[in-house]
């Protein structure tokens, strides 16, 4: 496995280091609430009882989402041994870490080759990263690319939403470049307005669109994914 940035290339041992310090973060997560704003207060109270969170610790995942990935995986078998995959915003690192276990890119002899991609100042759209990409994957294509990335939040739903969108279909322009045919692309979406259009955006180069949900989406979140299989190529 090997982690691709606009500065440079570091091996998987490195990478592995990183990502697996995964629970020091959240375990520096404050009792005392002295001193915090009442939305950060409700915000670490939500956090201190989340059983996602909990479990996050307990597995040495770098936050919550990789359940999240790890449950659509185990219903859509997207993530299987010996698959490339282009894990695009990758921070944390937690779909990351899901990606390497399950592509079987951590063991001895790897069979898998996931990369994941730091936003930093690189541009998905730029030829020269898309190009970059394809020559660090093993025949040049990846079969899944994974995007749990989303803007930060404004407090004006509409105008993220759109800026989610926006972001998505940046990564989507990426997979009709590197995915490999009868590959998978999956996203994070809020819903809203543009919801249509980007499905309706997959449902040109895909065969199979699904809405999903994973366990760990917390209810009350407009948070979905759009898992879209089988990619044509144009």
Known sequence: MCVFSPLELFPFSLLRRSLHISGQCLKKTPQNLTGKTVAEQRWMVRQLKDPFVKEAQVQNYRCRSAFKLLDITEKHRILQPGLS????????????????????????????????HFLADSDVTDPATQNRLQELLPAHRANVIPSDMAPNASGFKEMDHERLISMCLSVLDLA?????????FLCKCWDGGQTSLLKNKLAQSFQDIRTIKPQASRKESAEMFLL???????
């Open 85 to 116: 995959v282009v894990d695009y915003g990758a921070a944390p690192g937690a779909w990351s870490q899901v990606a390497v276990e399950k592509a079987g890119a951590d063991t001895e002899v790897p069979t898998g080759f996931v990369i994941a």
């Open 176 to 184: 009709e470049k590197v995915l490999q045919p009868g590959g998978t």
């Open 228 to 234: 879209a299989k089988n990619y044509r190529k144009k």
